[in-house]
T-cell receptor, first 113, second 114 residues
Framework: NAGVTQTPKFQVLKTGQSMTLQCAQD?????MSWYRQDPGMGLRLIHY???????DQGEVPNGYNVSRSTTEDFPLRLLSAAPSQTSVYFC????????????FGPGTRLTVL | AQSVTQPDIHITVSEGASLELRCNYS??????LFWYVQSPGQGLQLLLK??????LVQGIKGFEAEFKRSQSSFNLRKPSVHWSDAAEYFC????????????FGGGTRVLVKP
């Protein structure tokens, strides 16, 4: 899992429900990010963090919240799930500079009914 | 803002044949370029990366890619494909501006015929 743990692996929600996708890393990589993967669209950045206490929006942040209280954890919250949020979600970590690779977790497959 | 285009959504190749996956990027400064591979049901694994120096870079699993600034391309190649290379491949560009974001292309799914 490249040192990135994501839970749960699968989740089904009803429209309007809220939930938190968990992401944890086992090293002190300062950079963490959340992507969603949809067919034909590659991965799109939702939110990212360059260190504890610092978060920022990516390309598709609407409907999602994040926080980074520790270096290790970077949870993604869906405030009120919508069918458009049905996707596979990937968490990644990195060293915080663009020429070092990011390491991706195994993903969470979310279905919103 | 940067962008990445992978023109081929699907490619089918025979085992043992060569493979080339196309990637075109748009970015105003020197790009940091990556190729990732995603096996079915898995996360993404880095194949190779480029940010300076020799424009032909070698990666894992026998893959290589060539950076051509004049064509804004970073195509991935493998001389002889193995059945285990069946996967989805993503080209991505990273940049210092706006938080080291990685921008991904839409991906190319590779099918390998026996």
């Amino acid at each position: 899992n490249a040192g990135v743990t994501q839970t749960p692996k699968f989740q089904v929600l009803k429209t309007g429900q809220s939930m938190t996708l968990q992401c944890a890393q086992d090293m002190n990589h300062e950079y963490m990010s959340w992507y969603r993967q949809d067919p034909g669209m590659g991965l799109r950045l939702i939110h990212y963090s360059v260190g504890a206490g610092i978060t920022d929006q990516g390309e598709v942040p609407n409907g999602y919240n994040v926080s980074r209280s520790t270096t290790e954890d970077f949870p993604l919250r869906l405030l009120s799930a919508a069918p458009s949020q049905t996707s596979v979600y990937f968490c990644a970590k990195g060293r915080g500079d663009p020429y070092n690779e990011q390491f991706f977790g195994p993903g969470t497959r979310l279905t919103v009914l | 803002a940067q962008s990445v285009t992978q023109p081929d959504i699907h490619i089918t190749v025979s085992e043992g044949a060569s493979l080339e996956l196309r990637c075109n990027y748009s970015y105003g400064a020197t790009p940091y370029l990556f190729w990732y591979v995603q096996s079915p049901g898995q996360g993404l694994q880095l194949l190779l990366k480029y940010f300076s120096g020799d424009t032909l870079v070698q990666g894992i699993k026998g893959f290589e890619a060539e950076f051509k600034r004049s064509q804004s391309s970073f195509n991935l190649r493998k001389p002889s494909v193995h059945w285990s290379d069946a996967a989805e491949y993503f080209c991505a560009v990273g940049a210092w501006a706006a938080g080291n974001k990685l921008t991904f292309g839409g991906g190319t799914r590779v099918l390998v015929k026996p």
